[in-house]
Nanobody, 112 residues
Framework: QVQLVESGGGLVQAGGSLRLSCAAS????????MGWYRQAPEKQRELVAT???????NYADFVKGRFTISRDNAENTLYLQMNSLKPEDTAVYYC??????WGQGTQVTVSS
């Protein structure tokens, strides 16, 4: 069983930056696909970005050019660097590891 713990969320002004961390209890190099999802109130959970063990990344159109997903295998941590934040980025952000591991989420709130 793998435990995923997100951190780094908070309240920022529009245009600001945050870096989210997802600390795993196991070796993240063993997961082919990891990713970040987000869910705003009364909205469905949506994919933000994915990272594969071979180094490929994919981003949702609404974050492309602003967010960067990365892994630190030595620290067994997945990151999401979020720049140029917008109020519509406000959501709970969740870490995911293939196939069925989820963190509990961290709140990101972007003010105008």
């Amino acid at each position: 069983q793998v435990q995923l713990v997100e951190s780094g969320g908070g309240l920022v002004q529009a245009g600001g930056s945050l870096r989210l961390s997802c600390a795993a209890s196991g070796r993240i190099s063993r997961f082919n696909v990891m990713g970040w999802y987000r869910q705003a109130p009364e909205k469905q959970r949506e994919l933000v970005a994915t990272s594969t063990s071979s180094g490929s990344t994919n981003y949702a159109d609404f974050v492309k050019g602003r967010f960067t997903i990365s892994r630190d295998n030595a620290e067994n941590t997945l990151y999401l660097q979020m720049n140029s934040l917008k109020p519509e980025d406000t959501a709970v952000y969740y870490c995911h590891a293939q196939f069925y591991y989820w963190g509990q989420g961290t709140q990101v709130t972007v003010s105008s």
